[in-house]
Every structure is written in C-alpha cells, then in structure tokens.
C-alpha cells in the first residue's frame, strides 16, 4: 500500500501559515514514507472559490518546497458526488428536511431550555409523504441530513455510540456520535457541503492517511460513520494543534494574517517559515533546518502539543539569519544577481557579508557600498578625520588579501600609536558609512587599492 496524503483548502483566499502547517505535516509524513501528494481543491462553493486563489496556493506550494504529485478540483467530480448521494438515499441513511433556519435556532433554545443537549431531533423522519408535498407546494427545498448510526432499532431513541481511531498525532480518540446532530450534506440549492465530498475524494483518490487541524476531531467521527455507510475503509487520521497569532488570535485566510504570500514578500527564506511552521508546537527544539530532506528526516507528527502555539514572526528573523550565514554562494547566486550582485567578484563578496545579513535582499545595500561607496556623506571628528587621511598614506600596494587589513592597520597603530575602536572604528566609518558589518579584512580586498583610496576624506 502506497501512503497517500492530501492537501484539501478551499481556494476562497491566500493561504497562510497555519495553512501551510497541514501541507506541510502532510508533505514531509509523505517524503518519509515514500508516499504521495495530492492537491486537492474543495471549490464547491462556486460564488467564494477563484481560480486565481487555487494558481495563488500552488505557487506558495511551491515556494514552501511542496511540489504535489496530481492536483484534483472537486468542482470536477460532482457527478461522483450525486452517484454517492443516490447510494446513501437507497440505504435509506440520507433524508430530506425542510426547516429554516430560524426554525431550528428556536429549537435549538427549546431543547437547552429543557437541559437537553442542543442537537437536531430528527423532526423531518416523521414528515408523511404529503407533508412533504404540501411543503413543497409551498416553495420549500429540502436540505438533506445524513442519519448518524447512533441508535439501535428508534432514530428518537438514541444511545451512546462511540467511534474510536488511534490518531496518528494524538494517540487514541473517542467521538460519541450520540452527542452530534445529524450533520447536513446537501443544501437546499444542491450543492455539497465539506462532508461528503471530502470523504468520496478520500476513497476515490485512495487517500490513507488524513492529516490535518484538531478543529476536525469531532468531524473525524462523522466522517468514519459515512466511510462505512459508503462501504469503505476508513483512512487513518491525524489532528495537529493550530497555530494563532503572537497574541493568542486564531488565523483566518479572510483576514491575511500570516499569508505566506505577505510572509515570501517580506523577503524571507522559505526554509526559515518552514522550519518554524513545522517545529514550533512539538517536542523538537526550533531551529533552522537547511533542507526539507533534514527535516523530514527528524519529523515526527506524535511529538506534537495538543495545545495551540502561538507563531511569533519574531523567530522567524533568528532563523532566517541562522540560514544566510551558512547559505552557499552557489545556492544564493540567482537570487543575487537578481538584485545586481554579479561579476567576478560576487561569491568573495558573498561570503564577506553573508554573516551581517538578515534577509538576502540585505546583500544589495552592502553592493553598493562596496561597489560605490558610503551611501551618505561620512561625518568625522576633525580629530577622526585628520587620523584617516594620516592612515590612507600608509595602505599597502597590490595585490590585496585578507592579510592587507592587519598589514596596513599594523603600520597605522605604530605610526599613531592609536588601538583598538579609536583605530577601527573611523576607518570603518569612512570605508562603508557604518558602525558596524562585514569584517573589514574580507571587504578590503573587494574594495581594491583605488576603491579605498577614493574613500578618504
């Protein structure tokens, strides 16, 4: 048996790393079983769903280092879907209602007012066949319940019915379908809610393994229900924790918290929001992981928390350094150049700066530095100013190497007798405008006998 995962958001929006999370619990459980990928798009709500937003998740996907092995579109399968619905009505397990909302919200009041738990009471098995036609006349369409088996011989008499999985994140799980409401598949319009599409998909598409958010435990136990009145085997399940906000509020693709088409913008890397996306919440220490193949290596869905962790952007920046300071330059490269930083000398000059970084993009200011000069005029002490123009009569001819810097400050300290940040610092000043960067003995060689010299006050 080949281990099958999906990814099933429905494309109504960006997507964002709680999100991603699921995919990529789900991507890295496939690469260490050697299974496959599936994107699947839940786009049944025709008036919400947008192609752009399905191409707009491929490409954060894909960004993340998630490359699915087939991409499926519900909106396609709805024939499979109404072939299923036929089955659970001859079963006799799917049955119209006709009530309003309004309806049910005061039956709902009614049944909480009598202490009784605020669950649909299966009202409409007792409609008459011309209750139902006088219904009907009247404009009412039904909506249809899918008859949770939770009792023995009476639907009105139910009795506790416990579903029961070994989660693969959280151990042992018990849902009593006693305690659900008979949950609604089909609306009044015909179109399918979450449900059943979902699980036709999983037994179609051969899914084994559904990994995804604890807010789906209670719908874990449904759905088993209707594998079985399908006549299929059940796929085993997982339940991560959610990811919130610093602040402790829950993510939502409506408001673009945390997108991870905001998060790539910002310039990070794509690792350093995986690694985070991944390791936070779980038994794991945090830390920047290089490669997916790494990390998929240490993953293991059992060592997560069963309580929400809160992702802070925060520790994304300590990783994303924690990534650029040991990035190879052939890896950085095309990114680099993107950004004008090119030539002979691109990969001296990334392993110069790649330690002052904290985004790639960081590496164009120190470019122009180099290649132009201090960005804004240098302002000096007169004293500081007249010690650099004393300090430029004493740099070395070419050729240069990392060598030059202690050669040439070793002839500034003896001739001014000044140490330490007195001598450092207004030189450092005057090379690159700043306090503070790349260690001067890398730049110097970048810089060139001339660069430098065309450097003095």
Known sequence: MTVTVRFAPSPTGHIHIGNARTALFNWLFAMKNGGRFIQRFDDTDFLRSKQEYADAILYDLHWLGIFPDATEYQSKRIESYDAAVERLKAAGVLYPCYETQEELELRRKIRLSRKLPPVYG???????????????????????????????????ETDRTEIQWQDVVRGEETVDLASLSDPVLV???????????????????????????????TNTGVQIALFQALGAEPPAFGHHNLLTTG?????????????????RESGLEPMAVVSLAVLIGTSENVEAVAKMADLAER???AATSKSASKFDPAELLVLNRTLLHTMPFEEAQGR??????SGASAEAFWLAVRGNLEKLSDAAGWWRIVDQGPQDPVELSEADAGFVREAFE?????????DTWKVWTGSIKEATGRKGK?????????????????????LLPLLGREGTLARRP
Do not use: C, Q
Request: net charge negative; glycine share 10%.
């Open 299 to 301: 993953f293991d869905p």
């Open 187 to 217: 609306r009044e319009d015909g179109t399918y809610l979450y449900t059943l599409p979902s699980v036709v998909d999983d037994i179609d598409m051969g899914v084994t393994h559904v990994i995804r958010g604890d807010d789906h435990v």
């Open 247 to 263: 602040t402790g509020e829950g993510l939502s693709k409506r408001t673009g918290a945390l997108s991870i088409a905001g998060l």
């Open 394 to 402: 004493f740099l070395p001819e070419e050729p240069w190497d990392r």
């Open 122 to 156: 299966r009202e409409a098995l007792k409609l008459t066949g011309e209750e139902r036609e006088t219904l009907e006349a009247e404009g009412r369409r039904p909506h249809w319940r899918f008859l949770l088996p939770n009792f023995r011989d009476n639907p009105f």
């Open 422 to 442: 007195s001598l450092f610092m207004p030189l450092r000043l005057a090379l690159t405008g700043l306090s503070s960067g790349p260690e001067l003995a890398d």
């Open 336 to 341: 680099l150049s993107a950004i004008g930083v």
